[in-house]
């Protein structure tokens, strides 16, 4: 079935430094691709999204491109704060059913 | 600013006690979902109503029961708990159940069965 492999955390990094997370996905077709994020105490939000393919999603400093060569949607910042500390969660929306998977989350702490 | 409203945040219960998680949300939307929050399993649909009037099964329902109170309400109701309840549980809203439609998330409860 559809699904979304995500890199491990935790992620600990300076103020200021760049951010990678990798975001793999295997599905039928081209599925939705999302990032969200969770603030410490906090729900997701959706931080930015991809509906087709070579799609650039960006948000807050934060971009993901749509590659499906790779299939692959790897979200990156130039320049994190302290602010950027939270869990981020890969997701897709499953052509079958419309329904969001998601990754198991990678928890980023940044410290100044 | 409400959104999506959940109660309540935190609870403790013993194995084999029930409750109703409750989620609320004030944006109009269509479609709301249950899910829960595990440590390296990212989030898990548990049930979810694309509309009013209508439930369908996720991922992980067994132990589980929903209810679509009206468009602004669904709750989650679990009859007996066990201890592998024990988890973070989200409710969400979006305006359609549609592939491309952001998911709006309440802040959780924290659930223990001890």
């Known amino acids: 079935g559809d699904s979304v492999t995500q890199m491990e955390g935790p992620v600990t990094l300076s103020e200021e430094a760049f951010l990678t997370i990798n975001c793999t996905y295997t599905?039928?077709?081209?599925?939705?691709l999302f990032w969200y994020v969770q603030y410490p105490g906090e729900g997701l939000q959706l931080l930015l999204k991809?509906?087709?393919?070579?799609d650039k999603g960006s948000n807050k400093g934060f971009e993901a491109t749509y590659r499906k060569e790779t299939t692959s949607f790897h979200l990156e910042k130039g320049s994190v704060q302290v602010s950027d500390s939270a869990v981020y969660f890969c997701?897709?929306?499953?052509?079958?059913?419309?329904?969001?998977?998601f990754g198991a989350g990678t928890t980023v702490t940044v410290r100044a | 600013n409400a959104g999506v409203t959940q109660t309540p945040k935190f609870q403790v219960l013993k194995t084999g006690q029930s409750m109703t998680l409750q989620c609320a949300q004030d944006?109009?939307?269509?479609?709301m979902y249950w899910y829960r929050q595990d440590p390296g399993m990212g989030l898990r649909l548990i049930y979810y109503?694309?509309?009013?009037?209508?439930?369908d099964k996720g991922e992980v329902p067994n132990g589980y029961n929903v209810s679509r109170l009206n468009k602004r309400e669904f709750s989650l109701r679990l009859e007996s708990a066990a201890p592998s309840q024990t988890s973070v549980y989200f409710c969400?809203?979006?305006?359609?159940?549609?592939?491309?439609?952001?998911?709006?998330f309440g802040q959780g409860t924290r659930l223990t069965v001890v």
């Open positions: 944006m109009n939307h269509n479609s």
């Open positions: 991809a509906t087709k393919a070579d």
């Open positions: 997701a897709l929306s499953r052509l079958s059913d419309y329904k969001l998977s």
């Open positions: 599905a039928t077709g081209y599925p939705s």
């Open positions: 109503s694309a509309s009013e009037g209508t439930t």
């Open positions: 969400a809203s979006s305006e359609n159940h549609s592939m491309n439609t952001e998911a709006f």
